[in-house]
């Protein structure tokens, strides 16, 4: 962490950079919604947030994906709503990703599950990440909400997701940076 003097004389610290890691089932539906989302939100050299978040990326708990860009419906709904730069090839959980990022968060219950049993398979207990379903930063309720998969649906369902993800995004970011204020549009 860096110090900074203000005209007073007193010390403050920069926030800690932050790493975040966004899981779904085969990584090309609700984690690259969600990664797409977050990064249009926090690299932008204009965010608030640019210099406190440190990497961010996505994959998937099953293997079924890898290499394969995301779907269609989620580029074009990133498209829709002027996230135009992202790119993502699929790719499966890693152990060293529990102790890559600071939090990997679970689209859903099944994800969370997944992600503690991979925990547990490869002893990353006490790794670095905290891994917890991104839901809980919905801000409606004491249950965290879920991301549901939009796949086998229409392009309402991609939209939903994507209204989460920038509502859990913002939230997770408020909640993680009090003192950086930023534009809640």
């Given at each position: 962490m860096s110090d900074a003097s203000t005209a007073s004389g007193a010390s403050t610290q920069s926030p800690r950079k932050v790493s975040v890691l966004f899981v779904c089932l085969g990584n090309i539906?609700?984690?690259?919604?969600a990664e797409g989302v977050f990064r249009s939100l926090t690299k932008d050299p204009?965010?608030?947030y640019h210099d406190v978040i440190d990497e961010?990326?996505?994959?998937?708990?099953?293997?079924?994906?890898?290499?394969?860009?995301?779907?269609?419906?989620?580029?074009?709904?990133?498209r829709k709503h002027g996230v135009t730069d992202y790119q993502h090839g699929a790719r499966q959980i890693c152990k060293d990703d529990f102790n890559r990022f600071d939090y990997i968060f679970a689209m859903d219950?099944?994800?969370l599950e997944n992600l503690r049993r991979f925990q547990q398979r490869w002893k990353t207990k006490n790794a670095k990440a905290e891994v917890k379903m991104f839901g809980e930063f919905s801000g409606t309720s004491n249950?965290?909400?879920?991301?549901?998969?939009p796949y086998y649906y229409g392009r309402d369902a991609f939209e939903k997701a994507y209204?989460?993800?920038?509502?859990?995004?913002a939230n997770f970011l408020r909640?993680?940076?009090p003192d950086i204020k930023a534009d809640s549009s």
């Open positions: 539906c609700r984690s690259t919604m204009a965010s608030p961010v990326d996505s994959c998937g708990t099953g293997g079924y994906h890898i290499g394969e860009s995301p779907d269609d419906r989620t580029m074009e709904t990133l219950d099944s994800n249950r965290a909400e879920v991301v549901e998969d209204e989460q993800c920038r509502g859990f995004s909640d993680t940076f």
